[in-house]
């Protein structure tokens, strides 16, 4: 602590000295034991200003990454087409749609049944009778009229109260009006059939009823197979698929024309997902990289050499550009013929293990015995029987720890067909090298949009396994992601600020209890030094008056001070 010099003048000067002044001294020697404190405070809370920033950024990018990773995400999406609108439009193709090209043939569209009852002059004449209707095979329904449905509007009312499956309205004309009948039914399964024994009271004329549209099926064929359907809008022929059909095929030399409808993966949404990606990753790696710097006045950044940013570089520098392998046996025609010999795998630097299929029990030596076997020796190695689309089994491995490398030796055989099982390591996409997106120098990655495009047309449900799978890429990078950022309250960030909140509340409780220390003291002195001052005040005043004493005790006239 430093030493506070005080000048209290000549004693005999009568003038004191600034009391404010001489306490405000002390008070800032004093506040000098905060100055650590407040330094470190300040370094901490500007550290939480970066790092609150890095979680932004890694949230953003967690949301690319999920977009990509999410089963519903981008990557489900379709587009389509139709190579003739004005015959058939395509309406929607949602994610279950399945890429591919589908020719179609309109023979005919489909009807809904219509008709009207005998027009009369005026719509206001009262009815007598019934009407009976039925709509396809259903039940015939009489509607007798009533005081309350004697006219064509309240009979149209009635109709439509009584829910057939009929709408009917009142048609009117220059030439008069007349109740009009429409099925809610589209299709050959709402035609109507209708039998009328209505009059009009006022001019005794009965009301026959025209059928004016029959109720048909559309007509059409779908690569070849004839189909019908009862609306024109067609939603459950094609999975995923929602066409509309607008009018029968044009025939030329007597050949009905062909509509092609293209359904499509949707890499242009892709490709800019990625991109996106790309960019939010290389936001957060600058972020980064700043902080290896100086600014502009020379003082080192926030979180230069703290482990905080030595992991964040760490781990996504390592996730950003590791695979994961994988890999799958020769497909047999059933997962549960009865297989022989073994199988070796070797995780990372581990020791291989090997699976006898000898050793495992009765029932159990076919493909998802072997599987459950594999899995429950927990060697880092996800085993699972998948069907493809021959109906052909096979068992496929993928390393659970990412960046591991596996290796597999096959000895089995499948004993029903004398099938050798060997192993072949996955032709899937196992880095985003293959995806065009390279790394540059100072961590940031560039992607190449022709070699993605060029990718996803040749192995779209590769891209989709890369990211979707278990243990693969688009799976682990998320994990990392959210292990990283604030999002998680045991992310790496998150913890960095529990840290520093922790540091800070102490601190922060240390300077209150030093200014309440101070304050005290403040207090104490401003009253002492004042006492003080007053007393150095006084002191000419005091020795006049002794001078007197002595002046009248000795007749020496001493002179005043003062």
Do not use: C
């Not at 029968?248 to 949707?266: F, M």
């Not at 050499?305 to 590791?322: N, V």
């Not at 050798?420 to 390279?438: E, F, P, Q, R, T």
């Not at 604030?486 to 922790?502: P, Q, V």
Request: a negative charge.
């Amino acid at each position: 602590m430093g030493i506070v010099g005080i000048s209290f003048g000549s004693p005999t000067a009568g003038t004191g000295f600034d009391v404010s002044s001489t306490v405000s001294q002390i008070v800032a020697n004093l506040q000098n034991v905060e100055t650590p404190w407040k330094t470190q405070l300040s370094s901490l809370e500007s550290q939480d200003s970066v790092i609150s920033t890095l979680g932004g950024l890694l949230s953003t990018l967690s949301t690319d990454v999920g977009n990509l990773t999410e089963i519903q995400g981008v990557l489900s999406g379709k587009q389509g087409s139709s190579s003739d609108t004005n015959v058939l439009a395509l309406t929607s193709a949602s994610n279950s749609a399945v890429a591919g090209t589908h020719n179609i043939v309109v023979n005919s569209l489909a009807a809904t049944s219509s008709g009207y009852m005998t027009e009369i002059t005026n719509a206001s004449d009262s009815l007598a009778g019934s009407i009976s209707i039925k709509v396809g095979s259903g039940t015939a329904q009489t509607i007798t009229v009533g005081a309350s449905s004697n006219t064509l509007a309240t009979l149209a009312t009635a109709i439509n109260s009584a829910g057939i499956g009929v709408t009917a309205s009142v048609l009117t004309d220059a030439t008069g009006s007349r109740l009009s009948l429409v099925s809610s039914t589209s299709g050959a399964g709402g035609n109507l059939t209708i039998t009328s024994a209505l009059t009009d009271s006022t001019t005794s004329a009965a009301l026959a009823y025209t059928a004016a549209t029959t109720g048909v099926n559309a007509s059409f064929t779908v690569d070849g197979v004839a189909v019908s359907s009862a609306s024109n809008t067609v939603s459950s022929v094609l999975p995923g698929i929602t066409f509309q059909l607008l009018a029968p095929s044009p025939v030329t030399s007597g050949t009905p024309e062909t509509v092609q409808v293209e359904i499509l993966n949707n890499n242009t949404a892709v490709v800019s997902s990625v991109s996106q990606m790309v960019t939010d990753y290389n936001a957060v790696v600058s972020a980064i990289n700043t902080q290896e710097t100086k600014s502009t006045s020379g003082a080192a950044q926030p979180l230069f050499g703290t482990p905080t940013l030595s992991l964040l570089q760490e781990q996504l520098l390592s996730a950003i550009g590791g695979s994961t392998p994988a890999g799958y046996l020769t497909a047999i025609g059933h997962s549960s013929d009865t297989l022989s010999g073994s199988l070796s795998i070797a995780v990372g630097t581990g020791a291989a293990t090997s699976f006898n299929l000898s050793t495992l029990a009765a029932g159990s030596q076919n493909l998802t015995g072997l599987a459950a076997a594999i899995n429950a020796a927990k060697i880092g190695v996800s085993a699972s029987v998948i069907k493809d689309s021959a109906g052909l089994s096979r068992l496929s491995l993928t390393a659970t720890t990412y960046g591991s490398a596996l290796d597999v030796t096959s000895s089995v055989t499948d004993t029903t067909s004398s099938t050798a099982l060997a192993w072949n390591a996955s032709s899937d996409i196992k880095s985003l090298l293959s995806l065009g997106v390279s790394q540059n120098n100072d961590g940031t990655i560039s992607l190449d949009q022709n070699s993605l495009n060029s990718e996803l047309n040749s192995d779209y449900s590769g891209v989709v396994a890369f990211f979707q799978n278990s243990y693969d890429w688009g799976t682990s990078f998320s994990t990392t992601v959210d292990s990283l950022g604030t999002s998680s309250t045991t992310g790496t960030l998150s913890l960095a600020l529990r840290s520093d909140s922790s540091i800070e509340s102490s601190l922060n409780l240390n300077i209150s209890n030093e200014q309440t220390l101070i304050s005290a003291q403040q207090s104490s002195l401003t009253l002492e030094l004042t006492s003080a001052n007053e007393i150095l005040q006084s002191i000419p005043s005091n020795l006049n008056m002794v001078n007197e004493l002595y002046s009248a005790i000795t007749g020496y006239v001493a002179p005043k001070l003062g």
